[in-house]
């Protein structure tokens, strides 16, 4: 019986001892017919070329600046489409994985041909006994992807639907050929949402997305996202706004047809107000400024201009 061809693509910016533990977990994996794409994303602290000499076996690619999420894994999916791999995995860095959670997503793909894509149940680092994701849901009236689960306590006997709506991009194992059929991640989200619009596409071309909440991993939250200082600003980049508000605009905007354009504008006058009074109350002027301009920026995204990343190149 043939065993499924997987390559893994895991992505590092200046986070060595994540991207490391993630390997180590993956060292562990039982699942032995898989290949690591390693992409270092722009890092300046060294850690890439460090994890390529601990790692010989791995494939090094190295970008010189950052190319965000989907500008890096669009590079690796560019190389692996090139191979006779079966499917692609894109884990975080941030993830530590149990020995069988790969072999037991493979096994799911294989089970259901019509199946785009698949994850794993992933649970929160430290608190290994609390969801993260277990899947999402829709709200289409007022544009929101809603995230199955999260902060529940885990429990074996707890009974988690097998499909999803959308998938999370933390760890999303994919067919490779519904990738060279509805092309790669949209490069001009850059990070956050391109998951929710990857889940799009699939799910209109008919498949479906599933979970499988056998498989465990776990996250470390944030992991490439959190500032490590004690600010005013707090502990989430304020970057990291800036793409939340400018990308969830521009997922509505290219799903006009998949979401309520009325419900859809209320809600984001409604969050957009509320981040920037609270920012204002807070002090936090750096990503009030950040909120506005990820409103503003949108006017440099242009849904209908052709990208060689959003097909096989």
Not at 185 to 194: G, K, Q, T
Request: hydrophobic share 40%; charged share 20%; aromatic share 14%.
């Amino acid at each position: 019986m043939k065993v499924p061809r997987i390559a893994i693509i895991i992505i590092n910016w200046n986070t060595y001892q994540l991207t490391f533990n993630c390997l180590k977990s993956l060292e562990a994996c039982n699942y032995k017919n898989k290949t690591i794409f390693f992409v270092d994303n722009g890092s300046n602290d060294g850690s890439g070329d460090k994890i390529a000499l601990e790692f010989p076996e791995i494939n090094y690619i190295k970008n010189e600046k950052n190319e965000g999420f989907t500008g890096a894994n669009n590079k690796a999916l560019n190389i692996i489409l090139k191979q006779s791999f079966d499917y692609v995995l894109l884990l975080n860095n941030d993830t530590e994985v149990e020995p069988d959670f790969l072999s037991l997503l493979a096994a799911s793909m294989e089970s259901d041909k019509n199946l785009a894509a698949t994850q794993p149940l992933i649970l929160d680092f430290p608190n290994k006994n609390t969801i993260w994701n277990a899947g999402g849901s829709f709200n289409t009236f007022f544009g929101l992807s809603k995230t199955r689960y999260k902060g529940l306590i885990y429990k074996p006997k707890l009974k988690i639907d097998t499909f999803t709506e959308w998938i999370s991009g933390c760890c999303i194992l994919v067919n490779i050929g519904v990738v060279k059929e509805v092309g790669l991640l949209d490069n001009r989200f850059f990070a956050y949402f391109e998951d929710v619009d990857w889940s799009i596409r699939m799910t209109n071309q008919g498949y479906k997305l599933g979970v499988v909440p056998k498989s465990i991993i776990y996250h470390h939250t944030s992991g490439s996202t959190k500032k490590n200082n004690t600010s005013n600003e707090g502990n989430l980049s304020p970057y990291a706004h800036y793409l939340n508000v400018r990308n969830h605009i521009y997922l509505i905007n290219k799903h006009t047809l998949f979401f309520n354009s009325i419900g859809s504008w209320i809600y984001q006058i409604v969050k957009i107000t509320s981040y920037s009074i609270y920012f204002i109350l807070r002090g936090r002027f750096g990503k009030f400024k950040m909120v506005w301009r990820g409103v503003l920026d949108l006017s440099l995204i242009h849904i209908s201009e052709p990208t060689r990343l959003l097909s096989i190149s």
